[in-house]
T-cell receptor, first 111, second 111 residues
Framework: DTGVSQDPRHKITKRGQNVTFRCDPI?????LYWYRQTLGQGPEFLTY????????KSRLLSDRFSAERPKGSFSTLEIQRTEQGDSAMYLC?????????FGPGTRLLVL | GESVGLHLPTLSVQEGDNSIINCAYS??????FIWYKQESGKGPQFIID?????DKRQGQRVTVLLNKTVKHLSLQIAATQPGDSAVYFC??????????FGQGTILTVHP
């Protein structure tokens, strides 16, 4: 257990529904990252916060995706109008310096 | 563009053998490299890291070697155990930013 927690661990939804995932980083870490991982691939970067500021977003993050970190602590990732292609593991990581520590992930299945 | 790749997608070894997992990277600006271990259904787990001003770093049963001339990274696991069976990813980054992961190598350790 790295100290990064994610909720829920699993989510099954129907196409077109909205979903929201939560990440609680290690408490003293000011940086928080979201990644997406599909089967057989390495994680792909989605977005990154330093404190409450969203500093970078990947081109993978379409208009249907939004992430927030309102108080610089926990973060949420929302996917609107889910599509089957959104099915993946969504991973959160946090860091104080370069080393990123990952949570267990939220596995999303869109039917 | 940036890319990190692995030469061997699968590696099978006998318990007690030493394992070597290789990785090539293409971004010469990367200054920090990490090896992660990922077990089925879990998030990536930090194993060992190395900065670009080093060529070797040792941990407990693991050693990372960095050859900047040919942009090559390797992870050596001594006395491999069945619990080492997992997918291993190398990742690179610079300036506290996003990690770029390779595809991964599946390590299987036979008792």
């Amino acid at each position: 257990d790295t100290g990064v927690s994610q909720d829920p661990r699993h989510k099954i939804t129907k196409r077109g529904q909205n979903v929201t995932f939560r990440c609680d980083p290690i408490s003293e870490h000011n940086r928080l990252y979201w990644y997406r991982q599909t089967l057989g691939q390495g994680p792909e970067f989605l977005t990154y916060f330093q404190n409450e500021a969203q500093l970078e977003k990947s081109r993978l993050l379409s208009d249907r995706f939004s992430a927030e970190r309102p108080k610089g602590s926990f973060s949420t990732l929302e996917i609107q109008r889910t599509e089957q292609g959104d099915s993946a593991m969504y991973l959160c990581a946090s860091s104080m310096q370069e080393t990123q520590y990952f949570g267990p992930g939220t596995r999303l299945l869109v039917l | 563009g940036e890319s990190v790749g692995l030469h061997l997608p699968t590696l099978s070894v006998q318990e007690g053998d030493n394992s070597i997992i290789n990785c090539a990277y293409s971004n010469s600006a990367s200054d920090y490299f990490i090896w992660y271990k990922q077990e089925s259904g879990k998030g990536p787990q930090f194993i060992i890291d190395i900065r670009s001003n080093m060529d070797k770093r040792q941990g407990q049963r693991v050693t990372v070697l960095l050859n900047k001339t040919v942009k090559h990274l390797s992870l050596q696991i001594a006395a491999t155990q069945p619990g080492d069976s997992a997918v291993y990813f190398c990742a690179e980054t610079s300036s506290y930013g996003k990690l770029t992961f390779g595809q991964g190598t599946i390590l299987t350790v036979h008792p």
